[in-house]
């Protein structure tokens, strides 16, 4: 089957399910299975009579919401190929290349997207539609509104409805769906998807995900993402759940997310570590607010969980959550079920993309009953490949869970390519039908010619006795100690990103010297809510500083039993802005490329060994977080 096909299997199973709750002027207005349907069915007609063809690439630039759904699912429709462009590419070079390269001959755009677009339009040869997710006044024969698109549907619905039933019919298993532009390590790949590839990739996560239908999923990822579009518009779809689109500010995170909870009390949240990191120093401050008394509760009754998943071998009996022993039942009474409430009420769990969450953290949302889910995949595998799963015998604290049905992984050796023993730590290489075999020859890394063959990820880590795998870097980002050793520098910067409020960004250097070192970037917005703000601004920033640095010194600390002493850093030099790569964009620490970083900061870096730096209160420090201060916003 087909993906069009599954949908209308969907549609005939779950019809008058919400399909998607999106919130319009602070409202959340919900659509129907059949709803939808209806939509894409007008949408895909109107499509074929303004000259859209089988094969045709037209390129998604929205927001994600039920204009985006509508029409991915209208393209999939008519056989054409869907191109989603990122929300935060903003930069014009980056755009033109992807609608270049991709010879797009449409383009469905928001309105806060247009004139991008159309200011480049000319020099896009290929490009002869546009379709604008708002109403269009102007006169360009090239640019219609959404309106117009469904308008043309409804008028020749009856002409063509049998024709656009013969060309779902003729989708090939085998037929590309969708083209996928990711700036990976910063070098532009380019991926094409078929149906086998999302189809599949859609099975074996539900083999193993048992949604439900009448579940909400809120969904606080851009849909542009390969590892969300699947996890959500399929996954979730797929098993008669509904997606939740929040429209949540960035400047007033907090207020609108716990709002949204308790207004819509979804199931699962799928986040970003930024996200996670926000919502637990949330939780923390609100516990505090009532009295240390009840963090130290918290903290005895985190250790008394991390203690029974040891002597379990890592597994979490989720049965067992809240009634450990009399103590846990009263911790649970008094201050879980509160926060839990708090949440909503009704949240099962939460998804994170990326590979990496602190131990903390994790036992921190194991403990109050809602568990970090995450996984690992690859933009070559369709997404993921393995997920830690809120169910018996599917959970193992600091994994990335099991392999999903029909998806098989092995650990070699990278020199040799020889399969390693259990507990070693080698290359992690994949085989699934979900994996990319069709090259667009942009790929850096060569990809199997066939499902039969073996996908080399070039990340690292090793799977246990009980088949879990354990995630522990990308092959590019592994930095070399002064004794010769190799380890990657992620779980440690996620770790202090993670535990540390007064973080917004950290990067980890170890150039083959005989300690590392950490460039930090100061959460602007957490240090001055801890300043007395009668200092004076000399004062206020040596009172930031010493903040920052006992932290980061008590963090040090905390992970001497899981890190290395020489893997972990020595010295701390503070930047005054953001590390960014790109123009307009902007990256979290587990996504930061190394290379790149090494060259752009080398002077702090190089600094960062000299006697100097030793001394947190250095002109540099000084200098940078007077800097990061005096900021308007972060």
């Given at each position: 089957m087909n993906i069009i096909e599954i949908f209308e299997d969907c549609i005939s199973r779950y019809g008058s399910n919400p399909m998607i709750m999106e919130k319009q002027n602070n409202e959340y207005l919900s659509l129907s299975y059949q709803d939808i349907y209806n939509k894409v069915k007008k949408f895909s007609i109107g499509l074929l009579a303004l000259g859209i063809k089988p094969g045709d690439k037209v390129a998604l630039y929205a927001d994600s919401g039920t204009d985006w759904l509508v029409a991915e699912f209208s393209l999939f429709c008519i056989k054409a190929v869907v191109v989603p462009l990122s929300q935060s590419m903003t930069d014009e070079q980056e755009l033109k290349h992807c609608l270049l390269h991709s010879k797009c001959r449409g383009i469905v755009v928001s309105e806060k997207f247009y004139a991008s677009i159309s200011k480049m339009k000319d020099s896009l040869p290929s490009l002869n539609l546009i379709i604008l997710l708002a109403e269009y006044l102007g006169n360009e024969f090239d640019v219609v509104s959404s309106e117009r698109v469904y308008a043309l549907g409804r008028d020749l619905y009856e002409a063509m409805n049998e024709e656009l039933s013969a060309l779902i019919r003729s989708i090939s298993y085998d037929d590309v769906a969708m083209i996928y532009y990711t700036d990976v390590q910063t070098k532009k790949e380019v991926v094409s998807y078929t149906h086998r590839n999302l189809v599949t990739q859609v099975d074996q996560m539900s083999f193993l995900m048992q949604i439900g239908e009448w579940k909400r999923s809120y969904m606080m990822l851009p849909w542009s993402d390969i590892y969300v579009h699947q996890i959500s518009l399929m996954l979730i779809m797929f098993n008669g759940s509904t997606i939740v689109v929040p429209k949540v500010a960035v400047?007033?995170?907090?207020?609108?997310?716990?709002?949204?909870?308790?207004?819509?009390?979804?199931?699962?949240?799928?986040?970003?570590?930024?996200?996670?990191?926000?919502?637990?120093?949330?939780?923390?401050?609100?516990?505090?607010?009532?009295?240390?008394?009840?963090?130290?509760?918290?903290?005895?009754?985190?250790?008394?969980?991390?203690?029974?998943?040891?002597?379990?071998?890592?597994?979490?009996?989720?049965?067992?959550?809240?009634?450990?022993?009399?103590?846990?039942?009263?911790?649970?009474?008094?201050?879980?079920?509160?926060?839990?409430?708090?949440?909503?009420?009704?949240?099962?769990?939460?998804?994170?993309?990326?590979?990496?969450?602190?131990?903390?953290?994790?036992?921190?949302?194991?403990?109050?009953?809602?568990?970090?889910?995450?996984?690992?995949?690859?933009?070559?595998?369709?997404?993921?490949?393995?997920?830690?799963?809120?169910?018996?015998?599917?959970?193992?604290?600091?994994?990335?869970?099991?392999?999903?049905?029909?998806?098989?992984?092995?650990?070699?050796?990278?020199?040799?390519?020889?399969?390693?023993?259990?507990?070693?730590?080698?290359?992690?290489?994949?085989?699934?039908?979900?994996?990319?075999?069709?090259?667009?020859?942009?790929?850096?890394?060569?990809?199997?010619?066939?499902?039969?063959?073996?996908?080399?990820?070039?990340w690292f880590g090793f799977m246990d006795l009980d088949g879990f795998l354990f995630v522990d870097g990308v092959l590019h980002s592994y930095i070399k100690n002064s004794i010769g050793e190799k380890f990657s520098p992620h779980p440690i910067e996620v770790a202090f990103y993670l535990r540390s409020p007064f973080i917004s960004q950290c990067f980890l250097s170890n150039s083959g010297m005989d300690f590392a070192v950490m460039l930090v970037v100061p959460n602007r917005q957490a240090i001055l809510s801890n300043l007395n703000p009668s200092l004076r601004d000399e004062q206020k920033v040596r009172e930031a500083i010493r903040l920052l640095y006992a932290s980061l010194r008590n963090i040090t600390t905390e992970l001497k039993d899981q890190f290395s002493n020489i893997s972990l850093p020595k010295t701390f030099v503070i930047l005054g802005e953001r590390i960014e790569f790109r123009k307009n964009g902007e990256y979290y620490c587990e996504e930061i490329d190394p290379v790149v970083v090494e060259q752009l900061y080398n002077k702090e870096i190089k600094y960062a060994y000299s006697v100097q730096a030793k001394n947190p209160y250095n002109p540099k420090n000084l200098s940078n977080m007077l800097k990061m201060l005096s900021r308007r916003k972060e």
């Open positions: 400047d007033c995170f907090c207020y609108s997310f716990f709002r949204d909870l308790h207004d819509i009390r979804p199931n699962f949240v799928y986040l970003s570590l930024s996200a996670i990191k926000t919502i637990k120093n949330r939780i923390e401050e609100v516990i505090a607010h009532y009295g240390k008394f009840y963090l130290l509760l918290l903290e005895k009754y985190i250790k008394l969980v991390e203690s029974t998943i040891l002597r379990s071998s890592g597994y979490w009996d989720f049965k067992l959550m809240g009634v450990l022993s009399p103590f846990a039942k009263i911790i649970d009474s008094l201050i879980c079920k509160k926060i839990r409430e708090a949440l909503g009420g009704d949240i099962e769990y939460f998804i994170l993309r990326g590979p990496f969450l602190d131990r903390q953290t994790e036992l921190f949302f194991l403990s109050i009953g809602i568990p970090v889910l995450r996984g690992f995949g690859t933009v070559m595998s369709s997404s993921l490949v393995s997920l830690n799963f809120k169910k018996n015998d599917c959970y193992k604290l600091g994994s990335s869970g099991k392999p999903f049905h029909n998806t098989c992984l092995k650990i070699v050796d990278p020199l040799n390519k020889n399969p390693l023993s259990v507990g070693e730590i080698g290359e992690i290489y994949i085989r699934s039908e979900s994996i990319v075999t069709v090259d667009l020859k942009d790929s850096k890394n060569p990809i199997p010619k066939s499902v039969e063959d073996w996908y080399s990820t070039k």
